[in-house]
């Protein structure tokens, strides 16, 4: 039940590996959200849950975010005004998602200490669970419609890969 896992990740380009980060992004979401209904589950999957989940919405995510501010958002800027408008309200939404996010994480570190404590946090982590998925079902469906596919039609293969590459160096780096 906590353990389950989606498709194997894409092995294309900047826009594959954008759609596999928003994939985890979906599947972190409805971990939460699963997490915070389990009944009858070890103290031990609940502290995997909460500690993978943990992970994800302070490491990953963070990163994610990084990847479309500052790489896509300065080479797609200016070049089609509808672009321009998904990406001030990719940017707007950004900074919304903290709250939801914070509770997550606030619920996932009370549990991965104390796994027990489930059924007393469980109301909170389904309410910021359910708070992300609201934020990011049409969030990431508009730069799934709008961005990547200009990424692909705007951007020359050279710069897609320069993105690609700060990308990986993003998640190589200690501090990220």
């Known amino acids: 039940m906590l353990t389950r896992l989606g498709p194997a990740p894409r092995s294309g380009d900047v826009v594959d590996a954008l759609l596999d980060c928003h994939q985890r992004i979906r599947e972190f979401t409805e971990l939460a959200a699963r997490l915070a209904s389990a009944r009858g589950v070890s103290e031990a ?25 500052e790489s896509l958002l300065p080479r797609l800027e200016g070049l089609d005004p509808e672009v321009d408008r998904e990406l001030a309200e990719m940017m707007r939404e950004h900074s919304e998602h903290g709250d939801p996010t914070d509770r997550v994480l606030a619920a996932c570190a ?17 309410a910021a669970a359910r708070d992300l998925q609201r934020h990011f079902e049409a969030h990431l469906e ?16 050279a710069t897609q890969e320069t993105i690609q590459a700060e990308m990986r160096a993003r998640r190589a780096s200690p501090a990220g």
Do not use: G, W
């Open 142 to 157: 508009r730069e799934e419609r709008v961005i990547f596919p200009a990424v692909r039609a705007r951007l020359d293969r």
């Open 45 to 69: 999957e609940v502290r995997d849950a909460a500690a993978r989940a943990h992970r994800y919405f302070s490491t990953a995510l963070p990163l994610h975010a990084r990847d479309e501010e």
């Open 110 to 126: 009370e549990l991965k200490r104390d796994p027990a404590a489930l059924p007393r946090l469980a109301p909170a982590l389904a």
